[in-house]
């Protein structure tokens, strides 16, 4: 039986992770974008992108996107570029909403929407309804495909009243973000639930927090499902012993799929499972 193949995407900076917590971060649009082209050779389908000012601050300028994102199409170009429109805690809608004003080279064929408020660690990653409204729209109108991030199971009920209201369309896909602190847990049952909710046709794919990363890939990988690591949302390749960039994770993964008799996508066969265009 053949059996589908794993995309695998890249989570490569974040918003959260510092330098001091591990060296191998990338900041600059340079470090990144070769970041992502040893994540690509790795296995990775897709990146899933967040950028940092030089000094590591968090930012979403679509300046520093587009640097980014252009740099990456030089080196990797078959990549399928997802950017954030979750930024960091703290920030406007309008400033979370600025990656998805490029175009041309630099514009992205995905960028995230999550559904819902969500303890996150000891700070709120704020999404009341009336935002995620907004950000729905402008991605709709934007061309760009959603991938909807759920931290809470209820943002798959809300991600029906989105196309109930006409701003999303489905099948989509999902991304279970499983194991922030405050949030909702990393386990085996919980992937089962969510994917049992999901609209029919839809894909998914499961980001495991920390030491949950790994483990969870196998259990996505077993289902059918697709895996998003990286430096975003762990930094060790084993107990102690730290990523020396997310690259190690997704041939991790890349491991685990072969183990498991399922090819890993490359990003043209990741653009028709997702329902993306095919690439220009
Ligand atoms: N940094 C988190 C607060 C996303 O990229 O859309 C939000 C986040 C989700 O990372
Ligand atoms: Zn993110």
């Not at 279970?176 to 969510?194: C, M, N, Q, T």
């Amino acid at each position: 039986m053949s059996q589908t193949p794993v995309i695998i995407t890249a989570a490569l900076v974040g918003a959260e992770v510092t330098r001091e917590h591990t060296p191998y971060l990338p900041i600059t649009p340079e470090e990144i974008a070769e970041e992502a082209k040893r994540c690509r050779d790795a296995g990775a389908a897709m990146v899933h992108l967040h950028v940092r000012e030089p000094d590591g601050t968090p930012s979403q300028s679509a300046e520093l996107f587009e640097r980014t994102i252009l740099l990456i199409r030089e080196l990797a170009p078959d990549l399928i570029c997802q950017v954030s429109t979750g930024g960091a805690v703290g920030m406007s809608a309008e400033e979370r909403a600025q990656p998805l004003s490029l175009q041309g080279a630099a514009k992205p064929e995905m960028a995230t929407l999550t559904t819902g408020t969500v303890n996150f660690g000891d700070d709120v990653f704020w999404n009341p309804r009336p935002l995620v409204r907004e950000m729905a729209r402008r991605i709709r109108e934007a061309g760009i495909v959603p991938e909807i991030e759920v931290f809470d199971a209820g943002m798959i009920d809300e991600a029906y009243a989105l196309e109930r209201e006409g701003l999303l369309s489905f099948p989509a896909h999902f991304d279970f973000v499983l194991g922030v602190p405050g949030a909702l847990g990393a386990s085996e049952a919980v992937v089962d639930f969510l994917r049992s909710r999901l609209p029919e046709g839809s894909t998914w794919s499961v980001a495991g927090i920390g030491r949950h990363e790994l483990p969870l890939a196998e259990v996505a990988i077993a289902r059918g499902g697709n895996v998003r690591v990286g430096l975003e949302d762990n930094l060790y390749v084993a107990k102690g012993v730290l990523a020396k960039g997310s690259y190690e994770l997704v041939a991790r993964v890349a491991e685990l799929a072969q183990k498991a008799g399922r090819p890993v996508a490359v990003p043209d066969q990741a653009r028709e499972i997702l329902r993306l265009p095919p690439r220009r």
